[in-house]
């Protein structure tokens, strides 16, 4: 045998020489859950590690992350149903507290990336990502909707909108309409292959967020489609996105690798709520090591091309990293 790779992997001076992907907290965007109140930090029962938090404790709980060397966020609002609609108005409202957040954010920590989530689901009476009449989905009516929610976010200080609604023609909407609000340094992280997952359950749990009727299917990919992804893809670079997202992301990797080869815009992941729910649950049974399963799920989501990843372990690999 005159080759035998084994000698590449002889010791850990080696391998970290010939190590091809690196993690590191740079490439993560923590997603944080915030409500209104004062001293709020409830579990979500879940997605255990995980919490829904008041401004007055997310604030001291965002400084110990960015001690840590994250440095980008996504934050998604839990609102009162008393205050949802079927125009998802309180997107909007001048007394938003998610709005007020991100301002408030933004002035204690001008040097993160700050990232929202643009979609009616969290606002909406029907819980859905788009306007719904006599049981549709309507594309074009949402457009409106979603481009007010945008610009309201970008006057309290957003870095990065986040739309996750998966309405038809949005990115180039709200591209459009930001620049002509000389809103034109906010970007655009499109969730542009957004799957039809069973996956989502503990964030809409962690928002009461479901759909009261039906389901998401006629808006959010079909699991079995690939070569969909490739046109999503080409549309949102087309209508102006400076990042596009894969959502879900282990169940994808394929997804994520194709854009990767095909286009040359970065390309993120959401390792969502599901995924990391399986690893918390096995974990909790002693049947898998913690430390070492959240890692190796990450790293296999950064090998396959992702340049970002959303991940509720962006705090413990942090910590990992800085043992
Ligand atoms: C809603 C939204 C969802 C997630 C992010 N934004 C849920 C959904 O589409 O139903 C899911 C994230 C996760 O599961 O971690 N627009």
């Given at each position: 045998m005159?080759?035998?790779?084994?000698?590449?992997?002889?010791?850990?001076?080696?391998?970290?020489?010939?190590e091809?992907?690196?993690?590191?907290?740079e490439?993560l965007?923590?997603?944080?859950?915030?409500?209104d109140?004062?001293s709020?930090k409830?579990?979500?029962?879940?997605?255990?590690?995980?919490?829904?938090?008041?401004?007055d404790t997310?604030?001291?709980?965002?400084?110990?992350?960015i001690?840590l060397?994250?440095?980008?966020?996504?934050?998604?609002?839990?609102?009162?149903?008393?205050?949802?609609?079927?125009n998802?108005?309180y997107?909007?409202?001048?007394?938003n507290f998610?709005?007020?957040?991100?301002?408030?954010?933004?002035?204690?920590?001008?040097?993160?990336?700050?990232?929202?989530?643009?979609?009616?689901?969290?606002y909406?009476?029907?819980?859905h990502?788009?306007?719904?009449?006599?049981g549709?989905?309507?594309?074009?009516?949402?457009?409106?909707?979603?481009?007010q929610?945008?610009?309201?976010?970008a006057?309290?200080?957003?870095?990065?909108?986040?739309?996750s609604?998966?309405?038809?023609?949005?990115?180039?909407?709200?591209?459009?309409?930001?620049?002509?609000?000389?809103?034109?340094?906010?970007s655009?992280?499109?969730?542009?292959?957004?799957?039809?997952?069973?996956?989502?359950?503990?964030?809409?749990?962690?928002?009461?967020?479901?759909?009261?009727?039906?389901?998401?299917?006629?808006?959010q990919?079909?699991?079995?489609?690939?070569k969909?992804a490739?046109?999503?893809?080409?549309?949102?670079i087309?209508?102006?996105?400076?990042?596009?997202m894969?959502?879900?992301?282990?169940c994808?990797l394929?997804?994520i690798?194709?854009l990767?080869?095909?286009?040359?815009?970065p390309?993120?992941?959401?390792?969502?709520?599901?995924?990391?729910?399986?690893?918390?649950?096995?974990?909790?049974k002693?049947w898998?090591?913690?430390?070492?399963?959240?890692?190796?799920?990450?790293?296999?989501?950064?090998?396959?091309?992702?340049d970002?990843?959303?991940?509720?372990?962006?705090?413990?690999?942090?910590?990992?990293?800085n043992?």
């Open positions: 005159n080759k035998r790779p084994r000698r590449n992997r002889k010791n850990s001076a080696i391998r970290a020489m010939v091809e992907t690196k993690l590191g907290a490439n965007i923590y997603p944080i859950f915030i409500e109140g004062k709020v409830s579990e979500i029962k879940s997605l255990p590690n995980n919490f829904r938090w008041s401004l997310l604030l001291p709980e965002m400084e110990n992350c001690n060397g994250i440095n980008s966020f996504v934050l998604f609002p839990a609102v009162k149903e008393a205050l949802k609609d079927k998802a108005s997107s909007y409202a001048n007394d998610y709005l007020k957040a991100i301002h408030r954010i933004k002035t204690e920590f001008p040097q993160i990336a700050l990232m929202s989530d643009v979609a009616m689901d969290p909406s009476s029907d819980g990502d788009g306007l719904v009449k006599n549709l989905i309507l594309n074009d009516e949402t457009l409106p909707i979603l481009g929610m945008s610009l309201a976010q006057q309290a200080g957003i870095d990065i909108l986040g739309p609604d998966m309405m038809d023609g949005r990115v180039g909407f709200l591209r459009e309409l930001l620049d002509q609000n000389n809103y034109k340094e906010v655009i992280m499109s969730y542009t292959a957004k799957y039809a997952s069973a996956f989502y359950g503990p964030f809409r749990d962690a928002l009461d967020s479901a759909p009261k009727n039906g389901d998401k299917k006629t808006y990919m079909n699991p079995a489609n690939k969909e490739y046109i999503e893809a080409q549309l949102d087309e209508e102006g996105a400076d990042m596009i894969v959502k879900p992301a282990t994808y394929d997804i690798h194709m990767k080869e095909k286009f040359d815009i390309i993120t992941a959401y390792n969502v709520s599901g995924e990391c729910a399986m690893i918390y649950a096995a974990c909790e002693g898998l090591d913690y430390d070492s399963s959240m890692s190796e799920m990450l790293l296999s989501i950064r090998r396959a091309g992702a970002g990843i959303l991940t509720y372990f962006a705090k413990d690999f942090a910590l990992l990293l043992k």
